[in-house]
Each structure stands twice: as structure tokens, then as C-alpha cells.
T-cell receptor, first 110, second 114 residues
Framework: QKEVEQNSGPLSVPEGAIASLNCTYS??????FFWYRQYSGKSPELIMS????GDKEDGRFTAQLNKASQYVSLLIRDSQPSDSATYLC??????????FGQGTRLTINP | DGGITQSPKYLFRKEGQNVTLSCEQN?????MYWYRQDPGQGLRLIYY???????QKGDIAEGYSVSREKKESFPLTVTSAQKNPTAFYLC?????????????FGPGTRLTVL
């Protein structure tokens, strides 16, 4: 089992709808979780970090963490074409390392 | 302007050659990281450094070498021993003052072996 698993997609969502991205992980000791957005040909950009169970909201983005079920998700409300990108889930393993999922490619259709 | 810079943006190498990728940060971050990304894949850790003059191997260190002589700089050398070096190379840094392990990335270097 991979340490971090994401559905590679592509996930297609109509403009204005809610996009839901999911990630599962295997290390029960992980305490820090991150979502990065990566546009084609560019480097990843940190958009959300979450450290405790529950929801964390930042503008149109909501991260959800459930440590008991070992999943973390990202919701994007009122999806815009500019949200079309690959979204990478990352978890902290040990004191210094991040382990990344393979990413979910999201397309917002106008 | 604070940030992480990587150079060059594109690099072409002949088989058998060593090449060095530059990574510089002026964010006063303590920790720096090198990742490799292959098409359609996530990031894999090559090397990381928590302080000057110290670094640790990541998951795929074979065929790579690094140095950390200055806090601001963490160059990566791709040696001829690396069997499949064509990839997108990303440098990241992290402040010890931030919670968790929030890492911030430079723009990347795309290496192609001819």
C-alpha cells in the first residue's frame, strides 16, 4: 500500500459547482497534512495545511481531516476555470519529511 | 523580493555528464529539500538538509550528491551514475519557526538527457 493515495483523475466539474478531492494515507502517526496546487509546467504552491481533526476553511477552500479513518480531503466551492490544475496531497512522515500522493488532475468546465 | 530561485530553468545534458542544479533562498529558512517529479507522478525526496554542513539522503538519493556550505544555498549534482535523470527537479525550503512542515517550492529545473 502506498503511503499516500489519491485518485489520479481527471476529475471534471462544472463551473460554480463544488469540487471534492480525496486523499488517504497509511501512517497513523502523521500529524501534519497539506494540499498543494500545481499548474501544468509549474511548481507546487501550498494552498492549505491542516493539523487537527475537523474542517479548516480559507476562502473558497475547505480542508477536512479525519485521523481515525486516515483521510484528508479538499473542497473547492464555486469552482472557477482558474482552479483547473493538479492537486497534490502531502503528509508529514517523521520530523522533516513530506510524502506526496501522485496528484489529482482537476478540470473546471465553463 | 523574498523567495526561492532555481537555475537554470531548462538544462540539457549528454549521457555521462555530471550537471549541477542551483537552489538559492533568501527567506532565512533553515531546512532545504530536493525533489524529483516524473510525468504524472507525485514528488519524490532526493536529499534534505536541516542545517548548514549537514544533509540526509531521501528516498531516491542514488546517483545524486548535494552540499550545504551556506544557509542560503543547496546545490544538487546529478551524476552520470543516475540511470534515468530526465525529470523536473524541485527545490523547497522550510522555516523552523513555522508549525508542522510547511514547505515552499522554487520554480523548478527541467532536466533532459539527450
Amino acid at each position: 500500500q502506498k503511503e499516500v493515495e489519491q485518485n489520479s483523475g481527471p476529475l471534471s466539474v462544472p463551473e460554480g459547482a463544488i469540487a471534492s478531492l480525496n486523499c488517504t494515507y497509511s501512517d497513523r502517526g502523521s500529524q501534519s497534512f497539506f494540499w498543494y496546487r500545481q499548474y501544468s509546467g509549474k511548481s507546487p504552491e501550498l494552498i492549505m495545511s491542516i493539523y487537527s481533526n475537523g474542517d479548516k476553511e480559507d476562502g473558497r477552500f475547505t480542508a477536512q481531516l479525519n485521523k481515525a479513518s486516515q483521510y484528508v480531503s479538499l473542497l473547492i466551492r464555486d469552482s472557477q476555470p482558474s482552479d483547473s490544475a493538479t492537486y497534490l496531497c502531502a503528509i508529514q512522515v517523521g520530523a522533516q519529511k513530506l510524502v506526496f500522493g501522485q496528484g489529482t488532475r482537476l478540470t473546471i468546465n465553463p | 523580493d523574498g523567495g526561492i530561485t532555481q537555475s537554470p530553468k531548462y538544462l540539457f545534458r549528454k549521457e555521462g555528464q555530471n550537471v549541477t542544479l542551483s537552489c538559492e533562498q533568501n527567506l532565512n529558512h533553515d531546512a532545504m529539500y530536493w525533489y524529483r517529479q516524473d510525468p504524472g507522478q507525485g514528488l519524490r525526496l532526493i536529499y534534505y538538509s536541516q542545517i548548514v554542513n549537514d544533509f540526509q539522503k531521501g528516498d531516491i538519493a542514488e546517483g545524486y550528491s548535494v552540499s550545504r556550505e551556506k544557509k542560503e544555498s543547496f546545490p544538487l549534482t546529478v551524476t552520470s551514475a543516475q540511470k534515468n535523470p530526465t525529470a523536473f527537479y524541485l527545490c523547497a525550503s522550510k522555516s523552523s519557526g513555522r508549525p508542522g512542515n510547511e514547505q515552499f517550492f522554487g520554480p523548478g529545473t527541467r532536466l533532459t538527457v539527450l
